[in-house]
Nanobody, 114 residues
Framework: QVQLVESGGGLVQPGGSLRLSCAAS????????MAWYRQAPGKQRELVAR???????YYPDFVKGRFTISRDNAKNTLYLQMNSLKPEDTGVYYC????????WGQGTQVTVSS
């Protein structure tokens, strides 16, 4: 069965960096696009980055130039490098796979605060 396990969240000061990881299993990782979403308290879940099976990427404007999504198909792992973090980046970050339906990990908390 599909499993997605995120790690790497934590507390960081504004302007700092974090790298999130998502360990994937139960499907042919290299064949599918993957994404990172986040959800802040009281807000809807939103897309922060997407990567295709061929490693093409997409970022919404509010993270463009600060976040980088990447994948290591040999390790079945998805990454999100987050730089120049802002307090508004605070939230739970989720790894996502769409394979007939959405699959989600348990999420990892990112808190940006001084």
């Amino acid at each position: 069965q599909v499993q997605l396990v995120e790690s790497g969240g934590g507390l960081v000061q504004p302007g700092g960096s974090l790298r999130l990881s998502c360990a994937a299993s139960g499907f042919t990782f290299s064949s599918f696009g993957m994404a990172w979403y986040r959800q802040a308290p009281g807000k809807q879940r939103e897309l922060v980055a997407r990567i295709g099976s061929g490693s093409t990427t997409y970022y919404p404007d509010f993270v463009k130039g600060r976040f980088t999504i990447s994948r290591d198909n040999a390790k079945n792992t998805l990454y999100l490098q987050m730089n120049s973090l802002k307090p508004e980046d605070t939230g739970v970050y989720y790894c996502n796979l769409y394979l007939s339906r959405d699959y989600w990990g348990q999420g990892t908390q990112v808190t940006v605060s001084s």
